[in-house]
């Protein structure tokens, strides 16, 4: 499945943010780095997916103001600090709620089961967050090799998580984009924007 670039993606949404939604463009940060970009994975001793890398060098998150924007419920995008503070604190929880780890099996779904049966995978990066900008929630980016390495999964710390329609960052951000500039429902939500900021309805 064919899907555009990151960058043009975030072209997109940057301009439609800047022509309807200015104080929420206002919130998105500048490019992350490279060299902190390899900070934060030598920090987590991940290897970040390129979806990842090519989203953060475009943005490195949001600030966390008023109007900032959101991906619908999921919330807003993570910045490099973000990133870092939340798989650090899911990991710890994690920890404590281990589930012992089922020998993968060979179909995909075994595979994709296998590794959703955690609380919380050390690969596992939270890319958004959701409700009251916490990281309870949001979605999350598989950086763990193998099968899934890039899928986007749904987390909530009250459910078990799991895998959304996205197949990549790269989609996500794509539906992302096309939600914004063709009105269209994005996680079943109608953007809209009010008094220059990115807000959603039902």
């Known amino acids: 499945m064919n899907s555009p670039a990151i960058a043009d993606s975030w072209a997109r949404i940057d301009a439609w ?3 309807h939604a200015p104080l929420s463009h206002a919130q998105l940060r ?4 490279p060299s902190d970009i390899e900070a934060a994975e030598q ?3 991940v290897t970040f997916h390129p979806d990842l890398t090519a989203s953060l060098r475009c943005h ?3 600030d966390l103001e008023d109007g900032a924007p959101e991906l619908a419920y999921y919330g807003p995008p993570s910045s490099l600090k973000q990133i870092i503070e939340s798989t650090r604190f899911l990991r710890e929880v994690g920890a404590d709620l281990a589930l012992d780890d089922d020998a993968p099996g060979e179909g995909d779904e075994e595979v994709e089961y296998e590794e959703l049966n955690a609380y919380w995978r050390d690969e596992w990066l939270l890319i958004t967050l959701g409700i009251g900008w916490q990281s309870s929630d949001g979605l999350f980016l598989s950086c763990r090799p193998g099968h899934n390495f890039g899928r986007v999964g749904r987390y909530f710390d ?3 998580p799991s895998f959304t329609e996205w ?13 914004l500039e ?8 109608i953007p809209l924007a009010v008094d220059g900021v990115l807000t959603w309805g039902d």
């Not at 500048?30 to 780095?33: D, I, K, Q, T, V």
């Open 60 to 62: 490195d998150g949001v």
């Open 158 to 160: 009250e459910d078990s």
């Open 167 to 179: 197949p990549s960052l790269r989609h996500a951000l794509a539906d992302y984009a096309e939600a």
């Open 30 to 33: 500048s490019p992350a780095s």
């Open 182 to 189: 063709q009105g269209r429902r994005f996680d079943n939500r």
């Open 17 to 19: 943010l800047a022509q």
């Open 43 to 45: 920090a987590l001793g």
